[in-house]
T-cell receptor, first 116, second 117 residues
Framework: AQTVTQSQPEMSVQEAETVTLSCTYDTSENNYYLFWYKQPPSRQMILVIRQEAYKQQNATENRFSVNFQKAAKSFSLKISDSQLGDTAMYFCAFMKQGTSGSRLTFGEGTQLTVNP | GAVVSQHPSWVICKSGTSVKIECRSLDFQATTMFWYRQFPKQSLMLMATSNEGSKATYEQGVEKDKFLINHASLTLSTLTVTSAHPEDSSFYIC?????????????FGQGTRLTVV
């Protein structure tokens, strides 16, 4: 079974600054995907970024980038130039590579607050 | 991007009654949909995996007779909370992934806040 651990229940950052959210996971699988999802106060789950385990290059999406360390089973999210709208709960998630029936395993979440 | 529509967004029901929540994939087909429960400030807990045309697979500790799941078509799954009690009050979320395997993103419904009084 897979486990995902987010060791920071809460974090805060000043607007325009950079913040990094941590995530570690445990699996015996070699082919898998990792995701960061954002859940703002509306509670709609929104995909922030995803990483294929077979890719060595770290994924980036505008202000969001990851530091994927496969050997260490670490998958941190860096948010640059933080904006007030980034305030949300962030979940790290793992998925085995497979069919559309593959399930997501979520971490406990990190509540990020961006302060003006 | 693909859209998953969940209805209703919120519902209040009396203890002992049943409530049905719908989850629809609007522009893709989903042979599998997932139902989650989320308590305040906590993570999503997978309740069951809904399979089109067959029985749902429930996670350990989830009562299948209480949380009835029907996945009668490739675009619709329903979760019925039967004989609801106040402890069933929670936020329920569904998600689905395109059956064609296009991409790996799971799309989520808006969630349903259930309050049992």
């Amino acid at each position: 079974a897979q486990t995902v651990t987010q060791s920071q229940p809460e974090m805060s950052v000043q607007e325009a600054e950079t913040v990094t959210l941590s995530c570690t996971y445990d699996t015996s699988e070699n082919n898998y995907y990792l995701f960061w999802y954002k859940q703002p106060p509306s509670r709609q789950m929104i995909l922030v970024i995803r990483q294929e385990a077979y890719k060595q290059q770290n994924a980036t999406e505008n202000r969001f980038s990851v530091n994927f360390q496969k050997a260490a089973k670490s998958f941190s999210l860096k948010i640059s130039d933080s904006q007030l709208g980034d305030t949300a709960m962030y979940f790290c998630a793992f998925m085995k590579q497979g069919t559309s029936g593959s399930r997501l395993t979520f971490g406990e979440g990190t509540q990020l607050t961006v302060n003006p | 991007g693909a859209v998953v529509s969940q209805h209703p967004s919120w519902v209040i029901c009396k203890s002992g009654t049943s409530v049905k929540i719908e989850c629809r994939s609007l522009d893709f087909q989903a042979t599998t949909m997932f139902w989650y429960r989320q308590f305040p400030k906590q993570s999503l807990m997978l309740m069951a995996t809904s399979n089109e045309g067959s029985k749902a697979t429930y996670e350990q500790g989830v009562e299948k007779d209480k949380f009835l799941i029907n996945h009668a078509s490739l675009t619709l799954s329903t979760l019925t909370v039967t004989s609801a009690h106040p402890e069933d009050s929670s936020f329920y979320i569904c998600s689905a992934r395109d059956s064609r395997g296009v991409g790996t993103e799971a799309f989520f419904g808006q969630g349903t806040r259930l309050t049992v009084v």
